[in-house]
């Protein structure tokens, strides 16, 4: 059974950072894209930033790129999101997710798994 099992989230002021971790288990990921995508209230969910488990390369929103940082540990199954300089936008309940293919897909519909979320609020 696969999970993905988000930590982290809180409370975290304008300019400061954060760091979201997934862990992940239940199948071999060395095929797949991880990602981050995000919920605010009323709003859909949109895709945040992704990363291919077996090369590293990465992919990220317009709104996030050079600010926020997606990465992977082999060794802990686990990908994480660095959120440096988030702003009051930024706030939404942020979700692990997994395709179990290598792409740049950023549409919610083409991923497989989803861990349960977590909510970070950015205070201005």
């Known amino acids: 059974q696969v999970q993905l099992v988000e930590s982290g989230g809180g409370l975290v002021t304008a300019g400061g950072s954060l760091r979201l971790s997934c862990a992940a288990s239940?199948?071999?990921?060395?095929?797949?894209?991880l990602a981050w995508f995000r919920q605010a209230p009323g709003k859909e969910r949109e895709f945040v930033a992704g990363?291919?488990?077996?090369?590293?390369?990465?992919f990220y929103a317009e709104s996030v790129k050079g600010r926020f940082i997606i990465s992977r540990d082999n060794a802990k199954n686990t990908v994480y999101l660095q959120m440096n300089s988030p702003k009051p936008e930024d706030t939404a309940v942020y979700y692990c997710a997994a395709k179990r293919t290598i792409g740049t897909a950023t549409t919610t519909s083409l991923y497989d798994y989803w861990g349960q979320g977590t909510q970070v609020t950015v205070s201005s």
């Open positions: 990363i291919w488990w077996s090369s590293g390369s990465t």
């Open positions: 239940g199948r071999t990921f060395s095929r797949d894209t």
